[in-house]
Every structure is written in structure tokens, then in C-alpha cells.
């Protein structure tokens, strides 16, 4: 099997055809790959059969199963998404601000492709089209690193992707699937310093703490979401009904479903119990701290364990306290910075919450759902970043830039 | 010797303070600091003469005693760069962008406090006030590590700081010297994951590739400069021979100064004999390839090595390149992403350049001298950063911070 120095090597001077091509230019391709997509749909749809079977036929659980598979509308909302992103406006070239300095230079900092970003991903095969297109947008190349689960799926969609690069006049190696799906291979892209410009790990803590422990070159984590709902003193009681259930039930197996709900205790009677039992209702399992067990008897006890778990379930945590400095202390000790939310009518909260909370989204008055690349208006999302470095929160194609200083001088130099 | 993990433990504390205080509170600590720095003058200059002493006996290089020495006014300028730091604008809170979405949510872009930032760093004690003053103008504390060699200077400077930080209402951990200057304690730190937020190695080749290989915390590279000056066929002839002694020679031991020389053909005879005429007449030794030497037979043989190599000394080496396409392949084969310059009247050759040069500063018509913080307008650096994710270039206190996202919703659910 080809190895890993190689795809790099590839990805490399894709990565220069890419970056200076215009955005129209990168915007045509990213229509024409939809194309390809959907012309491809029976290859596509019958790999990702092949796939489907095996891993129901290995006893693969139903969420991964359901992961993985394909179907017609789905297929055709992964072509919507290549379109959303060349919809998007080019990040390249963007000057994002300017000054002039004494010495008369004017200094730009502008955004530039950062060249090869790789993917280590799971089961989806929507991610194999989502982070080809972004990074096409930004004028890099990718190479993506599926799991074998996926590897017939992935393998299809990508040849037809590479099909729509080629024929809009670009190398095919601007995305490539490396087909070694082991772990010696993964193993080697963190390690490929130099030769990878980022790299993206979409997976459980096993792939996140391999990627802390051996990567030599740059990434950006995309990791676990415990988030948290504060429903403040000054919150108004229905909002702060309606955003907690839809934070916690909507879809509760993604990162951004609220797994703890933290309660001022001027709300912890009624409102609590009418709360909970709403939850309870959605088929939700409450465990509560001694105070929110008090309004809501049902509940079951929560240890130290809950406040740092990331369910991924209809189960939630509760916890009742004095005032907004302990949710927010609550949250800056327990959560891993990917989205949070104050329900609150008073703005000073708000302002103190979304000042001294640490977490890559904040959210005022909404649920915690909106944390994602399509809601953010992105088209789609290369990953939610749970770090504070290059960029936090959803990720689109500006996250897979650079930004670069341009001086414009007449001939300075310095004295 | 205290441990790194208490350090940290402390740092972590002092940061949630610095966060928590206004723009113009941390202003009048950095003036505090400048202040202190000052009235502490006499000890914080007995203590860099035993250093100074120590260093000579030992035998250290005349350029690192020099990058030692205190006086006067490099004192002084040590407080004035906290005070230029201080006339800054205060990144934190600074709203970067804004845009409202369908559903009615209003997205903004904020910058926040990174929280605990440590810098490991070689001789000069000035770096102890740029990295103290630039993190808590950024609403970070910081840990400092400087080398044995200064200790005893770095810890005169740490105290005053420290002192004028508890005057101003801060806890004194904001700025921390780590005592122990073993190579344990600096690993230590780089394995201090969760507890550092960014550590910058300032320092040789040695230190950086010791992060790259253990480093589990998010760190910036302040690598090499190995940086270019292109000479273009639409040159403005006097200029470029200004911008490439300016660049060479003005102060050949830093990391912007021009370390390779690159002309395009149609200036290979006189003008380039006049260039590197002026460069042997300023002390420098010229390397060229066959073209060069034929321009000017007294340069030596320039060797594949030489296109690699940061002199940081009064050496050049010269190639003439057949076209832009060649200069810029140069560049970004043997290029460290630091500074590089083009000297041209053609508006196109220039904005290609821009484009194409994969480099964290690139210079129109001026001096890579330029790539510098304080030139920048930043008052001090943390140091210029040679890769692409978060921070290019220069570094100030905006580049110590990280962007949150706040959602402004009006109890916006998820359908």
C-alpha cells in the first residue's frame, strides 16, 4: 500500500496549483465536484452498501450504522453543502485589517492558504466531502484519513470528487484518500512534520490523546462537548424552559447537546420542577445535586463523575447554585470549551457570562445547538475547535487560513 | 527548588484576576511596572554585573555578554517598552467581527485572554518586561523561564514587576520566574498540558526541536530567520542596493536580517557588481553561484548548504535567478517563513510575490529589518512567530489572546 510520504509529497504540489488558481476558479471546481458527486450516485450508493453490511454484518452498534449510511437525500444534502461553500466569499486574499506606521510602510495582514491540511476522521463519509470542499475554498489541498468502517464509501465519493477537480482543470491530488486505514498509518501523518501544514482529528479521547502524545505537526482538536445550560435568576421562565429542553434533547448525541444544566437557586422550586419534568417527559434521565433532587424528587444522585461527563445521551445533570459566579465557576472547572449558554433577562449577567466563561462559543438567549459550522453560516464545518490557539468553535474555510503580513514600503530601511 | 507544578497552579489563579480586571486597570499596572522597574535600578543592575561577571569568567561569547549587559538605558528603555505597551489599544474584548444570522442570532468574534502563557528564553533580560508587560496587557499571567546565565538579572527584573503589580492591585503571580533553569524544568513545562495555555520557545535550534518532539501544551514557534531579499528585473537600481546593504548589514546578528540575495538575471552584471561591491566594502563575505561570480569574481563558491544557512553574520550568499518564478521557488524551498523582501517597480511581479511567498512577513520595496514588533506598531514582542497557525510574524499582545465566539439570541431553539 502507498505509503504516507508519498500522498504527502502529492499533496504538496497540488497544494501550489490550488493556492494559485482565483477563487473563481476554486468555486467552479467545488460545482463541478457536487456534480461529479451526483453523477456518481449508484458507485457511491453501492460502495456505501457494501460497507453498510458489513459493519451490521460485524454487529457495528446502530449509531455507528446509522453514521455510515448513505441514502439518495443524503447523498444529494453532501452536493448541497459543496454548493453552500462556494457560495461562501473567498477567504484568500482577504486583507483582514491595514494600518501605515511612521516609518510610512503599510502593513496588510492578509489571509493565505495554509497549504496541506489533513483529516483523521470516523464513520461519516459527509465529512469526506465537507473538508474536501473547505479546504478547496481556502486554496489548500487535503489529504483524508477515513476509518476502514467507511473506507468503500469514502474511496467512492472521493474518486468522484477527484473526477470534478480534474475536469474543472485541477491536479487530482488536491484531495486525496489515503487507503492505509491502519493505525501505523495514522501514526505517521502526526508525524509528518513539515510536510502537513494542519491536521484536523475528528474522534474519540483514544485518537485526540495519540495526537497530544506523538504529533510533531501543528492540529487543532476537535474534542468532547460538556456543555452547559445557566438558567439565571433573571431568566425568563419559558425561554429558559424551552432552551433547556432543546439543549438537551433535539439531538443529544452531538457534541453540542447540553449535558448539564445549572440552575440559580431563586428558580430552584417550581420552575426547576416544571423544568425536569419536561426532561423527564422528553425521556430524559435526571441526575441532580442535593438541592435540584429537593424540587424534583425523581431525580437520581449526582456524583462528582456527572459534572465532567459528556453523556451523548438523554441524560442530564443538575445542579443548583448561589449565583452566576459558581456557574461560572462550575463551567470554567468542568466544561471543555465548546459551547455554553445564560438564559438571563438582566445584561450585566450576560455581559459577566459571556466575559469570564472559557469556551469557544457563548451563547446569550439561545441553545447550545447552534454551535456548528452551518448554523454559524460557514456551509459547512471542518470540526469544532474545543482549544483556544488559531481558532476556537466551529470551523470554516477562513479557520484554514493563515494570515501573512504584506508591507508595502518605498524604499524604508531602518536606521 | 519549587515545582513548575505549582508555578502553574499559582499562574492559573493570578490569570483569573488579570481577566477578570478592565483594560485601564491593567494600563496603570503596567505603568506600575515601569515605575518599579526604575526605582529598583541600582539592584536590578548589581545583580546583572554578577551575571555579567560570571558569564565573562566562564568564557561566554562577546555577542551573548553584549545580549547580557545591562545599562542605563537599556533599563530604561526596558520601562518605556512597558509603557509603549501600555498606549496600546486593549485587545481584550475587542469585537473583531459581527454578522447576524436567519434564525436572528447575532454572531461576534471576541477576543479574550488566553490565560497562563510561558515563555522559555535565552540571555536577554529585556525579555523578561516585553513578556511580562505584553501578557498582562492581553489579560494573561505568564511564567518565565529564562537561562541560568541571566538569573540573576531576570530575577531583579521579576521582582520590581512584581512589586509594581501587587502596588496596582494584582496578585504578583501574574509574573513568575521559574527558578529552576534545569533542562527537567523546562521539559516540565512543556508537559504542563491543561495547565499552560501557550508556551513560546525563544531560542536556538536545540530548544525548538526538544518542543517539537515532547511538547504536549499548544506552543508557537519563534524559529529561524533565514530570510531573502528578490532583486527584480524592474528594480529601482539605487534602492535595491540600499535595501540590500540595509537588510545584510544594519545589524547582522538578529533574526530579519537578509541572509541570501536573490537578482534577477537582467541585473546580474553591473548592478550587482556595484551591490556586492558595497557589501565587501561593509565586511561582508560573498558566496555566489557561477552567475554571481561572474558579476563579481572575488565571491567565493556558494554550496547547496549555503541556501540553507542563517549566518547571523557578516556573510551573504548570492544567487541569479532566471525569472520570479525561480526567486519565489527559492524561497519557499529554502525559506523559514520569517521575512522576505522584494525590490521591484512592477505592481504585478510584486503582488505575485506577495501571493506566492510562503512567509510569515513580506516586504515591497523595504528592509526584512522591518519584521520586528515594535516596528510593527506593537510596542514590544513576545517574539516572530515562523509557522502559520494563530500568529505569522511579529507578535504582540493581540497575539495572545484567543477569538471566542458570543451568540446574541432572544430565545432562538434549534428546529
Redo the contacts between chains.
Keep these: 500500500m502507498e505509503g504516507v510520504t508519498e500522498v504527502c509529497e502529492r499533496a504538496r504540489r497540488a497544494a501550489a496549483a490550488v493556492?494559485?488558481s482565483s477563487g473563481e476558479q476554486r468555486d467552479a471546481a467545488l460545482e463541478g465536484m457536487a456534480g461529479a458527486l451526483i453523477a456518481s450516485r449508484e458507485e457511491v450508493l453501492e460502495a456505501n452498501g457494501a460497507d453498510v453490511s458489513a459493519a451490521a454484518g460485524r454487529g457495528e452498534s446502530r449509531t455507528v450504522v446509522d453514521r455510515l449510511t448513505l441514502t439518495e437525500a443524503r447523498l444529494e444534502s453532501m452536493g448541497t453543502a459543496l454548493e453552500a461553500v462556494a457560495a461562501q466569499p473567498d477567504p484568500v486574499?482577504e486583507v483582514v485589517e491595514e494600518?501605515t506606521?511612521p516609518?510610512g510602510?503599510t502593513?496588510q495582514r492578509?489571509r493565505?492558504p495554509?497549504?496541506v491540511v489533513a483529516v483523521i476522521y470516523e464513520a461519516r463519509p459527509n465529512v469526506t466531502t465537507d473538508v474536501a470542499g473547505l479546504c478547496l475554498k481556502a486554496g489548500n489541498a487535503c489529504i483524508l484519513r477515513g476509518s476502514s468502517i467507511a473506507h468503500r464509501s469514502n474511496n467512492a465519493v472521493a474518486t468522484a470528487l477527484r473526477r470534478g477537480l480534474e475536469a474543472a482543470g485541477y491536479p487530482a491530488d488536491a484531495v486525496q484518500l489515503v487507503g492505509d486505514t491502519s493505525r501505523a498509518a495514522a501514526l505517521e501523518l502526526m508525524r509528518s512534520?513539515g510536510s502537513i501544514?494542519?491536521l484536523v482529528p475528528r474522534g474519540g479521547r483514544a485518537l485526540i490523546e495519540s495526537i497530544?502524545?506523538n504529533a510533531?505537526v501543528?492540529y487543532?482538536i476537535d474534542g468532547d462537548g460538556n456543555c452547559h445550560v445557566y438558567v439565571d435568576a433573571a431568566a425568563?421562565p419559558a425561554?429558559a424552559r424551552?432552551?433547556v429542553?432543546?439543549?438537551k434533547t433535539?439531538?443529544p448525541s452531538v457534541c453540542n447537546a447540553a449535558e448539564t444544566l445549572l440552575v440559580h437557586k431563586r428558580l430552584a422550586s417550581d420552575w426547576l420542577r416544571g423544568c425536569l419534568e419536561d426532561l423527564a417527559a422528553a425521556g430524559v434521565e435526571v441526575r441532580g445535586d442535593d438541592r435540584a433532587k429537593k424540587a424534583y424528587s425523581a431525580a437520581l444522585d449526582a456524583s462528582e463523575e456527572d459534572w465532567a461527563t459528556e453523556y451523548l445521551d438523554l441524560v442530564i445533570a443538575v445542579r443548583v447554585v448561589d449565583s452566576i459566579d459558581e456557574a461560572i465557576q462550575h463551567i470554567n472547572r468542568y466544561g471543555t470549551s465548546n459551547a455554553e449558554a445564560i438564559v438571563t433577562q438582566d445584561g450585566d449577567a450576560a455581559a459577566r457570562f459571556?466575559?469570564?466563561v472559557?469556551?469557544?462559543?457563548?451563547?446569550?438567549?439561545?441553545?447550545t445547538?447552534?454551535?456548528d459550522g452551518g448554523?454559524?453560516?460557514f456551509g459547512a464545518e471542518i470540526g469544532i475547535s474545543t482549544?483556544?490557539?488559531?481558532?476556537?468553535?466551529?470551523m470554516g474555510a477562513r479557520e484554514l487560513t493563515?494570515?501573512?503580513?504584506?508591507?508595502?514600503?518605498?524604499?524604508?530601511?531602518?536606521e
Design positions: 493556492a494559485r486574499g494600518w506606521r516609518s510602510l502593513i492578509v493565505a495554509l497549504g512534520q501544514d494542519l497530544e502524545q510533531t501543528p487543532i425568563e425561554m424551552r432552551i429542553l432543546n439543549a433535539q439531538r459571556v466575559r469570564e472559557d469556551s469557544g462559543s457563548v451563547f446569550v438567549n439561545a441553545s445547538r447552534f454551535s448554523e454559524f453560516g482549544q483556544k490557539l488559531h481558532a476556537r468553535g466551529p493563515s494570515i501573512k503580513s504584506v508591507v508595502w514600503g518605498s524604499g524604508q530601511v531602518k
